[in-house]
């Protein structure tokens, strides 16, 4: 039942998707398969061998599970022998476009752990906040300057306004030349 509804869901899938699930099969499916063994192969298991060889035929199932699992194609790999770090097989912008197409599709779950997943995204909003310069407490958006010098360029017209019917007679009394030195001249 559960099979023929992943059946179903594959043919509804865009071929993009269908590639990459094909070549990177989800780890929720694989993972199911693996977890559940036929009980007649682990009753032969457990009554065949000495209590010894328990241990690593448990181990051997562990290393045979991680074979089957792929590596995250999403993420940089370091090659066992040399050490040497190899990029993701898919860019950040291949890894967007793909789970864009997943989340159209409701299969975004399904994809390996990306730094560009929908659940990844909100955790760092949650723990980043807005990052946006100035919106923080204490804090104040640049602007350009004439936003930023507005204010005081609006109280230096306030307040000549308010001197300006003592300047309008300072100016009678001594203006044109006759000790009138500030401004207009």
Known sequence: MVQQQYVELAKAL????TRFFARYPPQALLSHAVT????????????TLPPSSEASSADQQTTSSDALAFPNPFRSQKHPIT???????????????????????GVEELMPYSVKSTEERLRRRV???LRVKGTGIGQRVKGKESERTLKGRLE???QAMLEMP?????WKERGHGRGWKKWPK
């Open 36 to 47: 559940t063994p036929t009980p007649s192969s682990t009753t032969t298991t457990s009554d």
């Open 166 to 170: 003592q300047m309008i007679q300072t």
């Open 156 to 158: 230096k017209r306030r």
């Open 127 to 129: 723990e980043n906040g």
């Open 14 to 17: 865009p071929p993009r998707l």
């Open 83 to 105: 050490g040497k770090w190899h990029d993701p097989t898919f860019s950040l912008r291949r890894q967007a476009d793909l789970l864009k197409l997943a989340r159209r599709y």
